[in-house]
Structure formats: structure tokens, C-alpha cells
């Protein structure tokens, strides 16, 4: 077991030397504020594309979100206990998870057309964005939500009048 930590230590710090490389090049974010929001420290080393590989993880994390936020704005296929959490949202939350929905939405469009056309420098421009945006963006909006889903901030869920929802 300990042989194998060590490993994952070497690996883990392999990926830094290699991704700081990039950051240099690129002027990147500091790699543990990128793995901090996304992961990247699952990233696989055995690759001759490794920028690829960082904006493919970040691109899974952003698609974890978007669908999240799609199943709160378009419940109706959702389970039923995304019912209950929608009903503690007002106006102003449900316009926020629009908002942030489109640029997520407009990320996806950007990978596909990454997975298209290989551009290292491409790759890069696109993780420094996407880590810009989401840092000074998003992150906190979307975090704001989440607690008031889970009752964090201690706000009542909206009363219902009785209504059917959906």
C-alpha cells in the first residue's frame, strides 16, 4: 500500500512538472488552483496531448453542472426530489441558473469543436477562459444556489398554494 502512494505522489507530481511546462508557455492557472476546481489530478500522463487530456476533465466537470442545472430549469423528467428542491428557488435564483446555464452551454460548444480540430495553443486559450470565468463567475452564483437548495443559508422553502407543480 505504501509502494502504491508513492506512486501516486510521483505520478501526481510528474503531472505538475509537465503541466507547469504549459503554464509557463501559456500563462496558465497555478496547477493546484485548476485542480482545486477541477480535478485535473486525474488526469492520465500517458498522453502526447496533454493539454487535451486537463480540457476533457474540465469539460466533464462543466458537464456535470450543466446537466444539474437543467434538470432544476426543466424538471420534468427529473426524480421527484428535485421537485421539492426547485419549490425553495425564487425568480431571482432561476434566472441566475439561466445565466449560467448559457455560458456552460456555450463552453460545450467550444469543446466540440476542440475535439474537431487539435490547436494546442487553442486548448490552452480555452482552459485559461474557462477558468476564469467559472473562478470569478460562477463559482460563488452557483455555490449561493446549492446551499439555498440544501437549506444552507437557512431560508423557509417558498410556501405552495396548493397548486399542482409541473
Do not use: H, Q, T
Amino acid at each position: 500500500m505504501i509502494v502504491k502512494d508513492l506512486d501516486e505522489k510521483n505520478c501526481l507530481e510528474e503531472l505538475r512538472d509537465m503541466y507547469n511546462v504549459f503554464r509557463e508557455e501559456y500563462k496558465l492557472p497555478e496547477f493546484s488552483e485548476l485542480n482545486e476546481l477541477f480535478d485535473i489530478e486525474d488526469v492520465d500522463i500517458e498522453s502526447e496531448f496533454l493539454l487535451r487530456r486537463i480540457r476533457r476533465v474540465i469539460s466533464e466537470k462543466i458537464a456535470g453542472y450543466l446537466r444539474f442545472i437543467e434538470i432544476i430549469l426543466n424538471p420534468s423528467n427529473a426524480p421527484m426530489f428535485f421537485f421539492k428542491l426547485v419549490k425553495k428557488l425564487d425568480k431571482e435564483d432561476m434566472g441566475a441558473l439561466g445565466e449560467i446555464y448559457d455560458v456552460l452551454g456555450g463552453f460545450e460548444i467550444e469543446v466540440a469543436g476542440l475535439d474537431l480540430s487539435y490547436s494546442e495553443s487553442r486548448e490552452a486559450d480555452f482552459i485559461k477562459k474557462v477558468f476564469n470565468v467559472f473562478d470569478s463567475e460562477i463559482r460563488e452564483r452557483l455555490l449561493k444556489i446549492v446551499e439555498r437548495l440544501g437549506n444552507g443559508d437557512g431560508v423557509k422553502k417558498r410556501e405552495s398554494n396548493g397548486s399542482y407543480f409541473g
